[in-house]
């Protein structure tokens, strides 16, 4: 009996997955938003005018533990404050933070709230399951992940 329940909550974990968005653990430590942003890549372009900067080719950001690569990342500055505000990274955006993985299109990283929003084919891996959605935004003060947009899962035994 037991084992037909928990077949039929899997079967229908998809399906009520996407109804409704489907919310998970990302990271294995809360995320100090605080910290200072380190930022490598091939090329920088700064615009004094707008308060931006964009690093392209081989973008690598470093927060703490919480490791972020892209083609290119546009770097809005705080006004009337010193630091940055949010980045915008676009192509082959991988997150990483502990041991989860998730990867998409573009991802915006709001520095002041200590989010991520990740659009396009997002995926996630952790340990033997993964998650993909359209959409997720990552709360790294609580390490959880909310996922939007037919969500799918694969969870595996080993």
Not at 13 to 28: K, L, R, Y
Not at 100 to 126: F, P, W
Request: glycine share 8%; aromatic share 4%.
């Amino acid at each position: 009996m037991l084992r037909t329940l928990l077949i039929l909550v899997i079967s229908l974990f998809p399906a009520m997955a996407s109804a409704q968005g489907f919310q998970v653990g990302f990271g294995n430590m809360q995320q100090d938003s605080a910290l200072p942003v380190e930022v490598t890549a091939d090329s920088l372009s700064v615009n004094q005018n707008d308060g931006s900067a964009i690093f392209s080719g081989n973008v690598k950001i470093v927060q703490g533990e919480m490791h972020m690569t892209a083609n290119k990342v546009n770097v809005h500055y705080s006004t009337g404050t010193v630091g940055i505000a949010r980045l915008i990274a676009e192509g082959d955006v991988l997150l990483v933070q502990g041991t989860d993985i998730a990867e998409a299109e573009k991802a915006e990283y709001s520095i002041e709230d200590g989010s991520v929003h990740m659009t396009g084919n997002v995926m996630i891996l952790q340990e033997n399951t993964s998650i993909s959605a359209d959409e997720m935004t990552v709360d790294l003060k609580s390490n959880t992940a909310e996922m939007h947009g037919r969500v799918k899962t694969i969870l595996r035994n080993q």
